[in-house]
RNA sequence: GGGAGCGUGGCGCAGUCGGUUAGCGCACUGGGUUGUGGUCCCAGGGGUCGCGGGUUCGAGUCCCGUCGCUCCUCCCA
């Protein structure tokens, strides 16, 4: 193989694609619903942005960016996520100055120097929705639900939602305390990266699935239970408008994000088809972001999910996806007239609006036919020396194998194909 | 980052205790008489057996390294 496509970035071929533009077409159809508009960044970011926004202590931050510098010397990063580009966005157009209130969604590329695997590309695609500037539990209840929304509208069931509220930062500050009481004198039959994690982010501990750790983190008190009174009370509206839409979830008060900006609400959506890599969806608020990268205090909410996962998802359940249209109609040819004819003919139906196609490989009719069948042709047309000279030929239906004799005119290849 | 398994034509696979020209299915190309498809029949093209080194008279088959893939772990979407 003279080269091959970088570790971890692949090709989407032809034959996949469906899942891609259906995906693609569902969640711009259910952010249309939700009065999201559609908002494109950069794939390239100052580093500065993530280490700042996502926070130094961070895996994804750490130890997983594309990080280089430009012919300056300064130093770029390819985006690992979406929603720190689009505060940005959100502070430097001043968009607060314009309607403080926004709902945004992006779809594309995002990369992570990983191991990858299955459900994980080192250049993987999300889509996600951010609301930013508002504090309203209601909102998180709707990004939730546009999420089950787009979820129902692919066909997918049996998904379970995960929440908590990991609170405000003066109650996470708290809680980290707590936390650390209550492992003091377990940690040290705890694994390795426990014992760091209990130094460094004793959050971090609660997502140890070691079977060492697991005993004491089943009986860890729970973030939900250790909030403010005002990011209690937020939990418990989330909690009822959930109910109230009848969306189901499960509290989960080991759940904990690993990106620094997250606060009170936070979820996840998982898939019992997936492998190691079950999140297909995860977000929550950010109460303190937009401030952070230099905007007025303003509160946001939202999630990205994973595309690959979601397509490995659909595969399992749908099976094969043929999207592939059928082309209208093959022109077959016959010597040089009939091809003279068929590239004059193929461009007028074209400019018609039907999809055309001929030889250019100079087959055998045989074969030409065969193309045609293969290609899914509805109509087939031969034209040769007979056909040029009487303008006239013989339209062929390849599903029932009738034919009808036409003029040779756009207007009356056009009248019988549609 | 740690652990395990796997790498043979485009795809899916076979290849027996190492032995002579590396096979099969699908796909692809041509043909089955001169202007007609999806079935069928025949023929053909395409592989330095991931790459590099070693053992051996001889390696796709054994050993080492390396790269890649898959799964687990980790992390997250």
């Known amino acids: 193989m003279a080269y091959e496509s970088v570790r971890g970035m692949r090709d989407i071929l032809p034959q996949d694609i469906g899942y891609w533009t259906l995906l693609e077409d569902k969640v711009r159809e259910i952010a249309r619903r939700f009065n ?116 129902d509208s692919l066909g997918l069931k049996g998904l379970s939602l995960r929440l908590n509220s990991i609170g405000c930062a003066a109650d996470r500050k708290q809680y980290r305390q707590i936390l650390r009481d209550y492992f003091a004198k377990l940690i040290g039959t705890m694994c390795e990266d426990c014992q760091r994690r209990y130094e460094e982010n004793p959050l971090r501990i609660l997502d140890c699935k070691n079977d060492l750790c697991q005993p004491h983190i089943k009986d860890a008190p729970g973030s939900a239970d250790h909030l403010c009174k005002s990011c209690a009370d937020h939990f418990a509206q989330v909690e009822n408008y959930l109910k109230e839409l009848g969306l189901s979830y499960e509290i989960d008060s080991r759940l904990v994000r690993g990106l620094d900006y997250y606060t009170r609400t936070v979820f996840e959506l998982v898939s019992v088809d997936l492998g190691a890599q079950d999140e297909l969806l995860g977000g929550g608020r950010y109460d303190g972001l937009v401030e952070m990268l230099g905007g007025p205090p303003t509160p946001g909410v939202g999630f990205a999910g994973g595309m690959e996962r979601l397509i490995l998802v659909l595969k399992e359940r749908m099976g094969s996806l043929d999207d592939r249209q059928r082309l209208d109609l093959f022109l077959a040819t016959l010597g040089e007239e009939g091809r003279s004819l068929a590239l004059d003919l193929a461009r007028d139906l074209r400019r018609q609006g039907l999809s055309v196609d001929l030889d250019y490989r100079g087959r055998a009719l045989r074969k030409q036919m065969a193309q045609a069948n293969q290609l899914g042709a509805r109509y087939l047309l031969v034209l040769g020396d007979d056909e040029t000279a009487s303008k006239k030929g013989k339209l062929k239906e390849m599903d029932s194998g009738g034919e009808t004799e036409v003029m040779l005119t756009v207007e009356e290849i056009e009248r019988v194909i549609e």
Do not use: C
Not at 95 to 107: A, D, M, N, S
Not at 116 to 127: I, L
């Open 36 to 151: 999201y508009r559609e908002i494109r960044v950069p794939l390239v970011e100052h580093t500065e942005l993530f280490s700042r926004g996502i926070g130094e202590a961070t895996d994804v931050v750490n130890k997983e960016m594309y990080t280089f510098p430009d012919k300056k010397g300064h130093s770029l990063t390819l985006r690992p996520e979406a929603t720190a580009s689009v505060v940005r966005a959100y502070v430097e157009h001043g968009l607060h100055t314009v309607e403080p209130f926004q709902k945004l969604f992006y779809i594309g590329p995002m990369f992570r120097y990983e191991k990858p695997q299955k459900g994980r590309s080192r250049q993987f695609h999300q889509y996600g929705v951010e609301a930013i500037g508002s504090l309203d539990p209601a909102l998180d209840v709707e990004v939730i639900n546009l999420a089950w929304e787009l979820m």
